[in-house]
């Protein structure tokens, strides 16, 4: 997830998303924060910098950087509103995620409205075949960007977005998510879990098992009949056409919607 969102290498990561995957490391490779007895295994962790609500305070008193328009009318939409069939498994706003502590103090996802339509139209498809929607995160405010910046060491910055240069995340036209199956709501197997940053990741990947990749691809069929387009190096990640034309945002999610 470089600052620059143009990533060559399956090691990269879309700007605007960061580390909160479900991964066996090898002992050379893992994480050195250690894990609260309570904590959520197989989710990938850091140490923070400097403490989170210290971070959280200066990334709120900050600002977004400042981009020449002109840009489409922000408009919003809140996915479950939308459709309420569309179910969620928002990771920073709990504990599982790469800083270990909630983030968002919701758990809601909102998209900008054509990237949200499209969705819905891309969910009512994959009911027909007997799977729904799993969101992980769509749009995310600005701050947040800067919070997961400021506190990831920077030889991890490659895998968080530059909040210099925001992402499409900030701008509420990008979305992660998986499929879940109708039958019993639980999420499928894919050939890697969310948010891992191996090879296995890739929405080209080869190996796994013939079935994840038959889901892996059938979500992407889906979303791409709808206008989005996939990350190369994260089956899960999708960003909606005309991200350009939207402006970086900041706004928390208990405002959206009010003048």
């Known amino acids: 997830m470089s600052a620059t969102e143009a990533s060559h290498a399956v090691r990269r990561r879309l700007p605007g998303y960061v580390l909160a995957f479900a991964l066996v490391l ?5 994480p050195r924060a250690a894990l609260a007895d309570d904590a959520r ?6 140490t923070p910098l400097r403490p989170v609500p210290e971070l959280r305070e200066q990334a709120l008193r900050a600002s977004p950087p ?6 489409r009318p922000v408009e919003l939409v809140e996915l479950t509103a939308l459709d309420p069939t569309i179910r969620l498994e928002i990771r920073y706003a709990t504990r599982d995620n790469f ?3 909630p983030v968002y103090s919701e758990a809601r996802a909102f998209l900008q409205r054509p990237a949200a339509e499209a969705l819905v139209r891309a969910q009512r498809a994959l009911r027909a ?7 992980h995160d769509a749009y995310r405010p600005w701050w947040v960007t800067k919070l997961f910046w400021d506190a990831t060491p920077p030889d991890r910055h490659e895998f968080v977005a530059d909040p210099a240069q925001g992402s499409r995340h900030n701008r509420g036209c ?3 998510l998986t499929l879940a199956r109708l039958a019993d709501g639980r999420a499928v197997e894919m050939p890697s879990q969310y948010d891992e940053m191996t090879e296995r990741a890739s929405p080209a990947y080869a190996g796994g098992s013939a079935e994840s990749r038959r889901l892996r691809d059938l979500l992407r069929a889906a979303m791409e009949r709808e206008g989005f387009s996939v990350f190369e190096s994260e089956w899960w990640h999708f960003d909606y056409s005309g991200w350009r ?3 970086i945002l900041n706004l928390p999610f208990d405002r959206i919607g009010r003048r």
């Not at 090898?26 to 893992?30: E, G, L, Y």
């Not at 075949?129 to 969101?135: A, V």
Request: avoid cysteine; proline fraction near 15%; glycine fraction near 10%.
């Open 129 to 135: 075949q007997g799977f729904s929607l799993l969101i």
């Open 66 to 71: 400042v981009e020449p328009g002109p840009f």
């Open 41 to 46: 295994p197989g989710i990938f962790r850091i």
């Open 245 to 247: 034309e939207y402006p």
């Open 99 to 101: 800083l270990s502590t």
């Open 174 to 176: 990008a979305v992660d």
């Open 26 to 30: 090898p002992a050379a490779t893992a």
